[in-house]
């Protein structure tokens, strides 16, 4: 067992600087969970925290079910692995590895087995000889690793491990970390601020801005169905294009209008359509998503001129100009028709693939809803929603009472939330059932969820 919790944890340093806010995550054993976002926005902090290298202003860190608070760093059973290696230079690879056994004086013939098998694992059996300066900045990374092996920690904490390595190693290193992972079977959190490092490597991803989290969950979903502007332009690279539109129904079809030019408008699938949170946005301008993957350069479609193009071999990515907007619209197309700057080009957009986002809130408004929402009837005995009435837990109806029915009204309209993880197909005894009628399916890529 190696769980982590974190309950609405805050880290607030002198002049009230706040690194971190109301963080709250729960982290399963055995999982491989990745922190990432722009520099300043409490990752390491968070890494840090856990690790007991910092303390926590606010909330509580669990370890297995056991509150680890004010439990000092060296008895929280947890492996460290820095940006820098931090590896002694006048010891050999074998002695870096054994050192902190050492200082808990181990018996040495499990010392030597501990390191024998670590560097076996790591493929660095025949460098243990060796010092630091003899090795490979990949090399040194792997004995870095090694020394957080020996412990045989309940939790492994890697820092930006492959920050320091050139390109090609820290493709090596990826693969060779996610190996280890599932070869430990033991909790992993890594840091790092390359969306590609944690898209290839973890089973969820925390995305943070400004010491908050923006989303959590698997790599694929936060790529398909960010939760917000900043999760949908962070990941992804080229990142998406995002071109101000004005929302309208022609019929029975929703329709965006690009930059507010009749010409440029694109219309929704059906599917998409029934995706849009709600129809007050009609009539109203909102941000309109795409990736470069999800357009197309056909003969048809929005009327735009080359201004860039780079051919990255397997692919070319063209930069495009559209009416009334003042950035590139970025193209990403498999290698084939060659492009020139200036050539006038039609696009098309994958609509099915199309985000919205809400000007002020910058939340996504089209897609799989982190929550459902449903106007309801309140009065002092049930919650009517529809041809429903929903049964409550007696404290949680006068708590709910006294807040939203303040001055003993006879009713009240409220608006119902339910998070879509807490509401189940499924037969499940001691859950209200609310009988509906399926309207539509979508599948998630990397997920049993629908």
Known sequence: MSQVTLKHVYKVYEGGVRAVNDFDLAIKDKEFIVFVGPSGCGKSTTLRMIAGLESITAGELYIDDALVNDVDSKDRDIAMVFQNYALYPHMTVYQNIAFGLKLRKEDPAEIDRRVKEAAEVLEITDLLSRKPKALSGGQRQRVALGRAIVREPKVFLLDEPLSNLDAKLRVQMRSEITKL?????????????????????????????????????????????????????????????????????????????????????????????KQLASEVYLGKEVDFGIRPEHIRIASEGLPAHVEVVERLGDEIIVYAKIEGQNNDVVIKEAKGKTYHVKDKIFLAPMMEEAHLFDKTSTDSIMGIPQENLSEATLSPTKVAFGENELLLPEEYRLRLLKKALPKAEEERKILLSFAVKDVSAEETKGFYAIPGLIDFIIHRTDSDCL
């Open 181 to 273: 992972h599932k070869r430990l079977a033991t909790t992993f959190i890594y840091v790092t601020h390359d969306q590609t490092e944690a898209m290839t490597m973890g089973d969820r991803i925390v995305v943070m801005k400004l010491g908050y989290i923006q989303q959590v969950d698997t790599p694929m979903n936060l790529y398909e169905n960010p939760a917000n502007l900043f999760v949908a332009t962070f990941l992804g690279s080229p990142q998406m294009n995002i071109i101000n539109c004005r929302l309208e129904k022609d019929g029975n079809d929703l329709c965006a209008i690009l930059n507010g030019i009749p010409s440029l408008k694109l219309t929704f699938p059906e599917l998409k359509k």
